[in-house]
């Protein structure tokens, strides 16, 4: 019949596929190379185990070694998260917030910069020099007060920077891009230290930052001279500077700066964004850069909100 002509032909054609693809599979058996049993540069699946365990376990050993040497310290997106949560629980988000950042010029801490930015509107205005100081000044921060959405509010998030080497795990260095060594971090702070304690050392024959180069016009080393001043400031020499002490000696060296410039140095003081920002957020800490690839962390140090009198609201750094 019809159906059972039609029937023996799909049969055959059926048969004729299944022969065409135990040929291929012979042919590439055939001519596939039989001593290489793995394509050259792809790992074993036990050796990528192997390595996700090992980078795991570094990774690991990475961040119990930061967290003794930085108590507090909060992996960069959690810091993120965290703040994000709190500012959004009270109003503020990327509508209706700007975001300025007082952080070192040092490129290892644009990466965190734009992470802090992603919640707050994409974008933010930066005030901070060498070592993280608000070099911007009084017109950088009129300059930023005018940027404030229109009955919105202003975050500002501050802090010195220091490297954290997965090398020996040890503070002042840190592994940069193209870089074989772990290099300085951070720098300004670095050889304001070496000068400050040198001075301070009479048993150094090495002279200070200042006097091993000829004079320069003040406007040449402006920066690094108010780092120097203001760090040695916060210096005791009893007590001596060194490259896990220094963050925290920096920290207070540039709070003074930022609330002059702010005015919220003083509870009976009033800040100078009343009228522009209906809230200002004042967050500073220290902030810990890492190796390329390992994720920067954030020690919180100061988390404060101010009413839009101008006046110290709320201290939020308990809920951190």
Request: glycine content about 10%; some cysteine; aromatic content about 6%.
């Amino acid at each position: 019949s019809k159906w059972k002509c039609s029937s023996e032909i799909k049969k055959i054609t059926t048969m004729r596929i299944l022969l065409l693809l135990l040929l291929g599979v012979t042919c590439y058996a055939a001519t596939r190379p039989q001593n290489v049993k793995n394509p050259a540069g792809m790992p074993k699946l036990h050796d990528m185990t192997t390595s996700a365990g090992e980078s795991s376990a570094a990774n690991n050993e990475h961040h119990q070694n930061l967290i003794e040497k930085f108590p507090g310290a909060m992996p960069a997106s959690a810091f993120r998260s965290r703040v994000e949560t709190m500012l959004k629980a009270r109003g503020l988000d990327g509508g209706n917030t700007l975001l300025s950042t007082s952080f070192c010029c040092d490129e290892v801490n644009r990466s965190f910069e734009r992470l802090l930015s992603d919640s707050l509107g994409g974008h933010s205005f930066n005030l901070g020099g060498l070592s993280g100081f608000p070099f911007a000044g009084s017109v950088g921060i009129g300059a930023m007060a005018s940027h404030i959405p229109t009955g919105g509010h202003a975050v500002v998030i501050y802090g010195p920077h220091v490297g954290f080497s997965t090398a020996d795990y040890a503070a002042g260095a840190v592994e940069r891009s193209g870089i074989a060594a772990p290099n300085g971090c951070c720098g300004s702070a670095i050889a304001a230290m070496n000068s400050i304690t040198a001075e301070h050392d009479e048993k150094s024959q090495q002279p200070g930052w200042f006097k091993r180069n000829p004079p320069l016009p003040p406007i040449i080393d402006m920066q690094q001279n108010h780092v120097q001043e203001q760090i040695k400031g916060q210096f005791d020499p009893e007590v001596g500077l060194s490259h896990d002490s220094l963050p925290s000696v920096a920290f207070s060296a540039i709070t003074p700066d930022v609330d002059y410039l702010l005015g919220t140095g003083s509870e009976d003081e009033t800040h100078k964004l009343e009228g522009k920002a209906s809230t200002l957020v004042v967050i500073g800490g220290i902030l810990v850069n890492t190796a390329p690839g390992m994720e920067d962390y954030f020690v919180p140090m100061r988390f404060e909100l101010f009413d839009e009198g101008g006046k110290l609201k709320t201290n939020l750094l308990g809920e951190m």
